[in-house]
């Protein structure tokens, strides 16, 4: 099976910050990977999909890029809504790994 | 407007047997691969299984292989996930999804999800 290492777990950030959260595949997955934010009490929501493409209706300060089997998801100026947990997504593979979370919290 | 509509949640004891009902409405539900994916109390999603279209191939993670069975019937728009010999490491939440298709292979709507609870 494919591993997903995302790092950090958790990070503290404030209002209007720039904040990058990476995944790091155990192979190569081509573009096949999915960013998703987590709110408690609610369903995932897709943010980015194959990389680097914005879902529609998420705001452009979401962005995805990757570097070879390491992948980026960044957070321009953070507004409050943003705070949650965000988890990268492999689907490579028929077992659709996902990372292991990170959570982003208010400093 | 798509909605998945996860039941069958509930308190089950170890070794038992429960069945999760995702019902689907809003898309053409044998146009497009549907998957559950759990959360369990303090701990990351997990992907657990998924099915094709037509239901010809299956997927499972290594964690449930072999105790759970998804299924679906087209006639309902119905997502199941059989789920046996079950065990305290099941508790969780478990969400039903809808993956977009046409080359994208990403979860576009989840369900609000139903929670297992595994407990003697």
């Known amino acids: 099976d494919i591993q997903m290492t995302q790092s950090p777990s958790s990070l503290s950030a404030s209002v209007g910050d720039r904040v990058t959260i990476t995944c790091r595949a155990s192979?190569?997955?081509?573009?096949?990977l999915n960013w998703y934010q987590h709110k408690p009490g609610k369903a995932p929501k897709l943010l980015i999909y194959?990389?680097?493409n914005l879902e529609s209706g998420v705001p452009s300060r979401f962005s995805g890029s990757a570097s070879g089997t390491d992948f980026s998801l960044t957070i321009n100026s953070l507004q409050p809504e943003d705070f949650a947990t965000y988890y990268c997504?492999?689907?490579?593979?028929?077992?659709?790994?996902f990372g292991q979370g990170t959570k982003l919290e208010i400093k | 407007e798509v909605q998945l509509v996860e039941s069958g949640g509930g308190l089950v004891q170890p070794g038992g047997s429960l069945r999760l009902s995702c019902s689907a409405s809003?898309?053409?539900?044998?146009?497009?691969?549907m998957h559950w994916v759990r959360q369990a109390p303090g701990k990351g999603l997990e992907y657990v299984s998924g099915?094709?279209?037509?239901?010809?191939?299956?997927y499972y993670a290594d964690s449930v292989k072999g105790r759970f069975t998804i299924s679906r019937d087209t006639s309902k728009n119905t997502l199941y996930l059989q789920m046996s010999s079950l065990r305290p490491e099941d508790t969780a939440v478990y969400y039903c999804?809808?993956?977009?298709?046409?080359?994208?292979?990403?979860?576009?709507?989840w369900g609000q999800g139903t929670l297992v609870t595994v407990s003697s």
């Open positions: 192979q190569s997955i081509s573009t096949y």
């Open positions: 999804v809808k993956d977009r298709g046409y080359g994208q292979r990403c979860f576009d709507y």
């Open positions: 997504q492999q689907t490579y593979s028929s077992l659709y790994t």
């Open positions: 099915m094709s279209n037509k239901g010809g191939s299956t």
């Open positions: 194959s990389t680097s």
């Open positions: 809003g898309f053409t539900f044998n146009s497009f691969v």
